[in-house]
């Protein structure tokens, strides 16, 4: 399986302990999951990727994109293949515009569902698939759900976003798993366009942390809140990390529940709801 990271915050940040320096890094990881690494951070509203099949703690440009990248917005993953071959094309991020995608789980059987699960894509965005895994046909899925409310070109509001991943797990385990298998779909994921960044439990481990117990930045950072230090009380935060696992560090971590998504839109609002359940919640919001 895989490791994922996304970072949304008000201010641009640099991610290299969280890519690098930590013990548990998303580097550290790729012990694991040696099977390439890509990153994407977003300039002036605009994506930038790199991605590479290469083992990336033994990858001097993951070294090098590490140390340089600083943004309000970063989506990172590590890979350990569970479909397709080792190549460039399969790594993650995948991206289409300005929406970027990250999976960690498996379709198993893939090769005898893929048929089935390009079906379930909008036709015109089928020709897109350039790979051989199951993670970008699903990123191509919920893209054509997503664009169910309006063109991807546009703001998608969070209710949107997680309503697409939310229907996109559904589809996914409907097309390609049966009762009674001994093994089920994997889908846990994470989407960003640079403005909204959502996730999905979707049967791989996720954590989400909004705040720390103190700020080693506090005394230099223009933009700290009581929020970047406790739980907020208005739903509103500085920043949201979603991780694989817990990173090491100020953060403090809480696990999502199989099946919970969680997202931040554009406003820096916190939401959380569940596949089954239509009506999203704002995260310590005061009654």
Avoid at 85 to 101: I, M, T
Wanted: proline content about 5%; aromatic content about 8%.
């Amino acid at each position: 399986m895989c490791r994922l990271f996304g970072f949304r915050s008000v201010i641009p940040s640099q991610v290299h302990r969280s890519l690098l320096a930590a013990d548990n890094a998303l580097g550290v990881q790729s012990n694991e999951h040696p099977d390439g690494w890509g990153v994407a951070f977003y300039v002036d509203g605009a994506p930038h990727i790199t991605k590479s099949p290469e083992f990336a703690l033994g990858d001097q440009l993951f070294h090098r994109l590490s140390g340089v990248v600083s943004s309000e917005t970063v989506l990172a993953h590590v890979r350990k293949a569970t479909q397709g071959v080792n190549s460039v094309l399969n790594c993650h991020p995948f991206q289409y515009g300005r929406w970027v995608f990250a999976h960690n789980g498996d379709v198993p059987d893939f090769a005898e569902k893929r048929d089935a699960m390009l079906a379930e894509i909008a036709p015109r965005l089928r020709r897109f698939v350039l790979g051989d895994t199951d993670s970008e046909v699903i990123f191509f899925i919920f893209l054509s759900h997503l664009s169910g409310f309006g063109p991807l070109s546009r703001r998608h509001a969070i209710d949107d976003v997680e309503s697409a991943l939310s229907t996109t797990v559904k589809r996914v385990r409907a097309v390609c798993d049966r009762e009674g298998d001994e093994k089920r779909s994997l889908l846990t994921m994470m989407a960003t366009d640079g403005d909204t960044l959502a996730a999905v439990h979707g049967g791989k481990e996720l954590y989400w942390s909004s705040y720390k117990t103190k700020c080693s930045d506090r005394d230099a950072c223009p933009s700290l809140s009581p929020e970047c230090e406790a739980p907020s009380k208005t739903g509103f935060v500085n920043h949201l990390i979603l991780s694989s696992e817990p990173l090491q560090g100020e953060n403090i971590w809480l696990p999502l529940e199989e099946d919970d998504i969680i997202g931040v839109d554009w406003r820096m609002q916190v939401l959380q709801g569940h596949t089954t359940k239509k009506k999203l919640q704002v995260v310590g919001k005061s009654a």
